[in-house]
């Protein structure tokens, strides 16, 4: 056989054994071809519709030039068409770049240019954002580089009518519905980058994280066994799809499965209630921050929760005083806690519903296709009870962060993904997170973990938030400094706290400063902005 052939052959195997997130897509609508698929307000398609805007618009991105290799940007709160559109980027072979709404356009700019995208999706009001991020320049005087983002395809969301959006180049993604809908083929595979998605940035411009179809379906799977989802649940993405916990932890495993989702634009929590009830929710995702304001929303106790059987955790560490009241409100609910980061697409550990008691704020054990270790500052593992660096080895993991060798080969030292988190593991090998390595305070030359403060502060009645971070002292280098918000009409002074802290902490630890705070703030993911608190009252000693 000539090597042309061998060539030949080689691809033609490749081909049939292929496993990509568009096949993921391509199975569920031939076995689930009628079943409703995706609703987002007003307007619901089955599985058999969702393919065909799929091809429809995978012809569109053709037409105009996009393939494999071509990087769209995606800039947009949750809609029907964001999901199509992200499908449709995994069908041509082409790279998926989220970027969080919330950003600057100066942000904005710096990720279009590092990820060096494309193309860009937006919804009208969005589109100014996205198009002068874009089109900024990046600072080297390049006029072919100008010229090529001038003629990149550029596409709005969720509207049937164009509109001149700073240039003519804008056009409806849903003038694709004009085009075939029959099945669209290219050559795509599981090797090839799906998604970059940037991380927040806490410590300097934010990485591009490479994820591959390969990561992502292997991490679908462990999501899928190890949080007992089923193709009959209905599931509310109410999370900021451009972040990896819903976009990769529920609505990738859902539309594998062949699941029903209910897209929601954002985690309005009168939203969420609303639609459990309307819908009969079985599955909900939230981070600590919206189970909390759920918990707080006066419908909570006026919404039919009944169809709600399995309540998902994670994005930050739940307090265990807010875990232990939602179980008691949603008894018939089962509760997982999952635990990682974007690097791992995101899922590492889980914590199941049979051990949220008896292992109250663990993060459980490594998910199904994960190896974790605890491991000191030299790589080597510790023993049960020691804290150490949760590290990991897992098909999950990141291909690497986009253009930077030196960060990657930092991140996955010794042959394991490291994750900046400090952890200790019990003599079952129940992993409990202690907290981020930069969150650790050192105070008087001994660490203090910010999670226990925040747990000893959590069981004191009236509070419904708390934040504790370290702020320069002059004497103990940095204080521990507690901010707290009140439930709603309840008063809380910083002398009854610090009384409190004393009881149930040891004399260290007590926060020198106890800050009485309106709201934490946080970003759209429902993280608590710890960098903002440390700036905002760095001047208290």
Not at 104 to 133: C, F, M, R, S, W
Not at 491 to 499: Q, S
């Amino acid at each position: 056989m000539s090597q042309e052939s061998r060539d030949e052959l080689s691809g033609t195997v490749s081909r049939a054994r292929r496993n990509t997130l568009s096949d993921l897509l391509s199975r569920s609508a031939a076995r689930y071809s009628g079943r409703r698929a995706l609703v987002f307000q007003d307007e619901a398609i089955t599985y058999a519709e969702f393919e065909a805007r799929v091809c429809q618009v995978s012809r569109l991105f053709a037409e105009d030039g996009l393939g494999h290799g071509s990087r769209i940007a995606i800039l947009s709160r949750n809609s029907l068409d964001f999901v199509v559109a992200a499908f449709a980027t995994a069908r041509i072979g082409s790279t998926l770049v989220p970027i969080n709404y919330m950003l600057t356009v100066d942000d904005v700019a710096y990720i279009t240019h590092h990820a060096k995208v494309n193309a860009l999706l937006a919804p009208l009001d969005l589109a100014p954002q996205l198009e002068e991020g874009f089109m900024r320049e990046s600072g080297a005087a390049n006029t072919a580089a100008e010229t090529s983002r001038s003629d990149a395809p550029r596409y709005l969301l969720q509207t049937e009518e164009a509109a001149a959006v700073l240039s003519s180049m804008w056009k409806p993604l849903r003038s694709a519905h004009a085009l075939s809908d029959q099945p669209f083929d290219s050559a795509v595979a599981g090797t090839d980058v799906a998604q970059i998605l940037y991380t927040s940035g806490t410590e300097s411009r934010p990485k591009g994280v490479m994820l591959t179809h390969d990561n992502l379906i292997a991490e679908y799977v462990s999501c899928i066994v190890d949080g007992e989802m089923e193709s009959r649940d209905v599931a509310v993405h109410a999370l900021p799809l451009y972040h990896s916990a819903q976009l990769n932890c529920f609505l990738g495993p859902s539309v594998y499965l062949g699941g029903t989702g209910i897209i929601l634009e954002q985690a309005a929590p009168s939203a969420i209630l609303e639609t459990i009830e309307t819908h009969g929710v079985t599955q909900l995702f939230c981070p600590p921050t919206v189970w909390i304001a759920l918990l707080r929303h006066p419908d909570f106790e006026k919404r039919d929760l009944t169809s709600l059987r399995k309540c998902y955790y994670g994005a930050a560490i739940m307090p265990m005083e807010v875990l232990k009241e939602l179980m008691t409100k949603l008894p018939q609910a089962e509760f997982w806690n999952f635990y990682g980061q974007t690097e791992v697409a995101p899922l590492a550990t889980v914590l199941k519903p049979e051990d949220q008691l008896r292992k109250l704020g663990s993060a459980g054990l490594p998910a199904l296709n994960v190896e974790t270790r605890i491991v000191d500052d030299n790589g080597d593992e510790v023993a049960p009870g020691e804290v150490g660096e949760i590290v990991h080895r897992t098909a999950h993991a990141m291909l690497g962060y986009l253009d930077d060798p030196e960060r990657t080969e930092q991140a996955f030292s010794d042959g394991w993904f490291h994750s900046g988190d400090l952890g200790v593991r019990d003599e079952e090998g129940y992993i409990t997170v202690i907290d981020r390595k930069k969150d650790m305070i050192k105070t008087g030359g001994i660490n203090v973990a910010s999670r226990e403060v925040e747990e000893a502060i959590y069981q004191y009645p009236g509070v419904s938030e708390v934040a504790v971070i370290g702020v320069p002292d002059s004497y103990w280098i940095e204080a521990v400094t507690a901010v707290v918000v009140a439930k709603p009409g309840v008063t809380l002074t910083p002398d009854e706290l610090e009384v409190h802290c004393r009881d149930v902490l040891a004399k260290f630890k007590v926060p020198k400063h106890i800050v009485i705070a309106d709201t934490l703030p946080r970003n759209p993911s429902g993280k608590i902005l710890k960098r903002d608190l440390r700036e905002a009252y760095k001047g208290l000693a």
